[in-house]
T-cell receptor, first 112, second 112 residues
Framework: GEDVEQSLFLSVREGDSSVINCTYT??????LYWYKQEPGAGLQLLTY?????DMKQDQRLTVLLNKKDKHLSLRIADTQTGDSAIYFC????????????FGTGTRLLVSP | DTEVTQTPKHLVMGMTNKKSLKCEQH?????MYWYKQKAKKPPELMFV???????INESVPSRFSPECPNSSLLNLHLHALQPEDSALYLC???????????FGSGTRLTVV
């Protein structure tokens, strides 16, 4: 199937690191993405990683990719209350990789 | 211009109405997408247009009718919708299939 799995909920304190995990389905996916969605809003692209990379760092964000286990993670350093949102991982599937399929979403709650 | 613009932001329509959602981008992207997102769920792909031609229809009911008049514009025509069609409708575009997705902020549709 096309189920991309994420844990439902993560709660951290301000200043801590957050790690959001994702298990995807297709080892041939070329790009894997992380999106952020705040209440009532659209999707904001946070970062992405190409499938031939193991790690990508972008300011407070670190993406780790384990292709063997089809596991993707997003680490947010020094988490702030403004990081509270739903985080979706997504993979590209299908002929020409035209389908962007989203994970189930992880709600991150950052408390002061 | 690095945005995908969707109008209207909110829409309330009756089950006998006909309405249209509009999506516009001026980034030169050649692939455009419609996604549907129900509350507390991930976005689900509805349609993909590649070079102004419909390339993917995810078995969407015919009461939803997409149209791509030119490379910058994507419409979704709505007719005889049901209350369960109430959702956030997201438009996206990408440079090419599988890479560089940009999402609009969505149209929140309520069918009464």
């Amino acid at each position: 199937g096309e189920d991309v799995e994420q844990s439902l909920f993560l709660s951290v304190r301000e200043g801590d690191s957050s790690v959001i995990n994702c298990t995807y389905t297709d080892s041939s996916s070329t790009y894997l993405y992380w999106y952020k969605q705040e209440p009532g809003a659209g999707l904001q692209l946070l970062t992405y990683i190409f499938s031939n990379m193991d790690m990508k760092q972008d300011q407070r964000l670190t993406v780790l990719l384990n292709k063997k286990d089809k596991h993707l993670s997003l680490r947010i350093a020094d988490t702030q209350t403004g990081d509270s949102a739903i985080y979706f991982c997504a993979e590209t599937l299908g002929t020409g990789f035209q389908k962007l399929v989203f994970g189930t979403g992880t709600r991150l709650l950052v408390s002061p | 211009d690095t945005e995908v613009t969707q109008t209207p932001k909110h829409l309330v329509m009756g089950m006998t109405n006909k309405k249209s959602l509009k999506c516009e981008q001026h980034m030169g992207h050649r692939a455009m997408y419609w996604y549907k997102q129900k509350a507390k769920k991930p976005p689900e792909l509805m349609f993909v247009y590649s070079y102004e031609k419909l390339s993917i229809n995810e078995s969407v009911p015919s009461r939803f009718s997409p149209e791509c008049p030119n490379s910058s514009l994507l419409n979704l025509h709505l007719h005889a919708l049901q209350p369960e069609d109430s959702a956030l409708y997201l438009c996206a575009s990408s440079q090419e299939a599988g890479y560089g997705y940009t999402f609009g902020s969505g149209t929140r549709l309520t069918v009464v």
